[in-house]
């Protein structure tokens, strides 16, 4: 039997672990730029970019952070070619199969945000396997989006609503930001506290639209497949300078 080398990151003493964001939340932008840059094809970024994920997964869970939410699709991503899309479902496919007893031993919880019916069955079954399996974990809760558009998550929850009132079940005056919250893919996880964008793209992409309402954003430069645990402690270090107000005044 060979035992594998267990890594674990230390919390750099410049940070501290009383302000650390809860839940943090990544646009995962950049593998294709970053292979392009290398003559290489775009899933060649992409394949990187899983490893980025993976180390990220594991910084958090070592330093204390006890969400990450990673965006793998967009509903918009459908729009590229046919074989970089396909490529794509047949990564998440094939990772979540390799790293399935990966996360048991490691206690993470994975979920799924998005339409993911609209996804193709067998990548589905895997996602059903994944997320069944992992729901009695308690370590670090792991969500990804895929096939996931903020707008179409906010269109669902309306019509969720709007169906239950037209049964009579509720009321107009019931619907709340609470009860809308409970609507959306994401009803189980808190707001994240940080969002980290790669590649320097200035906009959310349609990620998590009523979510992020009140998130500091982070933006590096450095693409996707190049963003590391170094990297990752300028994102928490920036955070922690930040003065989070929330629409009111310093106290
Ligand atoms: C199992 C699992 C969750 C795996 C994650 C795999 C992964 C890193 C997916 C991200 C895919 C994606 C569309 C990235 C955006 O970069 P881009 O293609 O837009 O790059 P560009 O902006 O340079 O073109
Ligand atoms: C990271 C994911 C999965 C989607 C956002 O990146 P895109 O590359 O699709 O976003 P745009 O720059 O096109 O807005
Ligand atoms: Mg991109």
Redesign the pocket.
């Given at each position: 039997m060979t035992t594998k080398p267990v890594v674990r990151y230390a919390l750099p003493a410049d940070l501290k672990p009383d302000r650390l964001p809860q839940h943090v939340a990544v646009?995962?932008?950049?593998?294709?730029?970053?292979?392009?840059r290398r003559g290489l094809p775009?899933i060649m970024?992409?394949?990187?970019?899983?490893d980025?994920?993976k180390t990220l997964l594991r910084c958090c869970r070592d330093w204390g952070i006890g969400a990450l939410t990673?965006?793998?699709?967009?509903t918009e991503?459908w729009g590229?070619p046919v074989e970089?899309v396909d490529f794509?479902m047949a990564?998440?496919e094939?990772?979540?199969r390799q790293?399935l007893l990966e996360m048991m031993e490691e206690n993470v919880r994975i979920r799924f945000v998005g339409n993911l019916a609209a996804l193709p069955r067998s990548l589905q079954g895997e996602i059903h396997q994944a997320v069944t399996q992992t729901q009695g974990n308690h370590g670090i809760e792991f969500t990804?989006a895929?096939n996931y558009g903020g707008r179409q998550e906010i269109v669902q929850a309306c019509r969720a609503i709007a169906e239950q009132v037209q049964r009579g079940e509720l009321s107009p005056s019931d619907i709340s930001e609470e009860l809308f919250s409970r609507h959306l893919y994401t009803s189980e996880i808190s707001d994240p506290d940080l969002l980290i964008r790669t590649?320097g793209?200035m906009r959310i992409s349609n990620f998590l639209l009523w979510q992020l309402a009140y998130a500091e954003i982070y933006v590096t430069d450095t693409?996707?497949?190049d963003f590391d645990t170094s990297e990752f402690h300028r994102a928490i270090y920036a955070y922690q300078q930040r003065d989070r107000r929330f629409g009111k005044v310093k106290g």
């Open positions: 646009i995962m932008d950049g593998n294709g730029r970053w292979a392009k775009r970024g992409h394949r990187r970019g899983v980025t994920l990673a965006y793998a699709f967009s991503n590229r970089e794509l990564l998440f094939r990772v979540l790293e990804v895929t590649s793209e693409l996707w497949p």
